[in-house]
């Protein structure tokens, strides 16, 4: 029976006859024995095999190398070893897949981050992007567990939309057009022959659609892919993301905080807790201050401050930015991280942003300058949850999109939920990326998604 290492490895007695499989990370030639350490990516830990001299398939250790794939039979029986418990005495060895050494890229214990990007397919074979896959995977079902348990419901919203949620004009277009053949630009509309006789798009954000829902069913969110061509080229930005987007009924812009401040701190508890192998790796090789940087973040209350507030702060700071400060500009990453890493030194809630850099759906505020947004800035990233209260009265809602240069008719549908039975209605998004990075230390988006889709890059 096929037995995962990571069952063989916390086995509560010795086993006869047991069977894995996996890849050999290294091998080990003795007098009349060898040492296999196999992986199978359950777990960090490889699993100790002896192979004695003799033994059905001994034969084979000689094509068996850094990477091959083998299956091996034996028993698990305690170990004289360092470190581990049990290691397995095999009885038969098959070889699966040979990795040839002259070809097989993953032969050293370590490489640069930057080498590893090449091979994006080979990867996840290294204890470190094993370690974050795990991560990804247990932090994906701790997101559907919290909002499980808070009573939210998992709702779907669409990837191939019509209408442009941030009003930011950064969307990719879909189409089954060839534009090799109908290129030419001198034709009005051309998307009128496509496959939705209009222009659709990637989604940059599920939200409208989730205020749809979570004016019917209250608590919602949606937890999917979404897309932004914007051309950055920074270590926080992907061209495809995850995104954590909760809606609710009846909530306003503190709610909305409290919200996205619990749902940061139950994250980092979470893999603090179910993947405490995986989390040590970073924390080791990572990022030396990981664990405090966490703990410094579960044992402070956010900062919650008003744009202006932050502003001023800024002004004030003696600090020379690459980019301007004043009331009306959008903060840079590095206005961001001054507020959290230097002045507060903990995870800062800015809220009541100008209405001129924010979109049309934010509630204004009576000042009528700001409007009900919050982001949510934590140290080492910038940016990690946007949201706000929703503007729920129609007239201004309607003279917001225009305002914005936006196209009414594209959302009549999103107008209709204030024309029939409107609700104070709020919500955000966590780009679930820059949470893997905030909770292992890692600084390159690119490290946290195993495919990164960034500008020019499309390699796999
Ligand atoms: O602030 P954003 O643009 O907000 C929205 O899209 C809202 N419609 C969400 C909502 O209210 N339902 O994006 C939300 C978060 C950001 O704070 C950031 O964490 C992440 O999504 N994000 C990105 N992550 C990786 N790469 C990118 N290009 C990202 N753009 C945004
Ligand atoms: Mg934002």
Redesign the pocket.
Same mark, same amino acid.
């Given at each position: 029976m096929r037995v995962k290492v990571k069952d063989a490895l916390c086995a509560q007695s010795a086993e006869e006859k047991i069977n894995v499989k996996g890849w050999v990370r290294t091998k080990r030639q003795a007098k009349g024995f060898s040492f296999l350490e196999i992986n199978d990516g359950s777990c960090l830990k490889n699993l100790q095999v002896v192979v004695d001299q003799g033994i059905p398939g001994y034969d084979l250790l000689e094509k068996t190398s850094t990477g091959a794939a083998v299956s091996v039979t034996g028993d698990l029986v305690s170990s004289p070893g360092k470190g581990q418990t049990w290691e397995m005495k095999a009885v038969s060895l098959t070889l699966l897949g040979e990795a040839d050494p002259e070809k097989y890229p993953l032969q050293k214990k370590r490489h640069s981050d930057e080498f590893l990007r090449t091979i994006a397919h080979l990867r996840p074979r290294t204890n470190k992007y094993g370690a974050m896959n795990r991560i990804r995977s247990e932090l994906s079902f701790g997101v559907h567990k919290y909002f499980h348990d808070l009573g939210f419901k998992y709702i779907h919203t669409p990837i191939i939309t019509g209408s442009d949620? *941030?009003g930011a004009g950064e969307m990719f277009t879909v189409t089954s057009l060839d534009l090799e053949k109908n290129s030419s630009p001198d034709t009005q509309n051309v998307f009128e022959n496509d496959f939705f006789g209009q222009k659709a798009h990637l989604t940059?954000? /599920?939200?409208l659609s989730?205020e749809n829902i979570a004016c019917a069913i209250g608590d919602v969110y949606t937890f999917g892919p979404?897309f932004?061509a914007?051309n950055?080229n920074t270590p926080?930005?992907?061209?495809e993301?995850w995104?954590i987007?909760p809606?609710m009924a009846f909530a306003d812009l503190n709610d909305n905080m409290d919200l996205a401040e619990d749902i940061t701190r139950k994250m980092i508890e979470h893999a603090l807790e179910h993947c405490s192998d995986d989390m040590e790796l970073f924390m080791k090789f990572v990022d030396k201050n990981l664990k405090a940087k966490l703990d410094s973040i579960l044992n402070q209350t956010f900062q919650r401050l008003p744009y202006l507030e932050g502003i001023e702060i800024l002004q004030k700071s003696g600090r020379k930015f690459e980019y301007p400060v004043e009331f009306g500009l959008d903060l840079q990453t590095e206005h961001e991280r001054y507020l959290c890493e230097d002045y507060f030194k903990k995870p800062v809630i800015l809220f009541d942003y100008p209405r001129t850099i924010k979109?049309f759906y934010m509630r204004l505020n009576d000042d009528g300058k700001t409007v009900a947004a919050m982001?949510v800035l934590v140290p080492g990233i910038g *940016?990690?949850?946007? /949201?706000?209260q929703r503007e729920e009265r129609l007239d201004i809602l309607r003279s917001r999109i225009s305002e914005t240069g936006l196209d009414e008719d594209d959302y009549w549908w999103y107008l209709d939920l204030r024309r029939f039975g409107t609700v104070p209605h709020a /919500?955000? /998004?966590?780009?679930f990326?820059?949470l893997l990075m905030l909770v292992t230390g890692v600084t390159n988006?690119r490290d946290v998604i195993m495919f990164p889709r960034t500008p020019r890059t499309l390699d796999f």
């Open positions: 949620c *941030e940059v954000s /599920g939200q989730a979404t932004r914007e950055s926080r930005h992907a061209a993301f995104m987007e809606e979109p982001d *940016e990690l949850v946007g /949201g706000s /919500g955000f /998004g966590l780009g990326e820059r988006i």
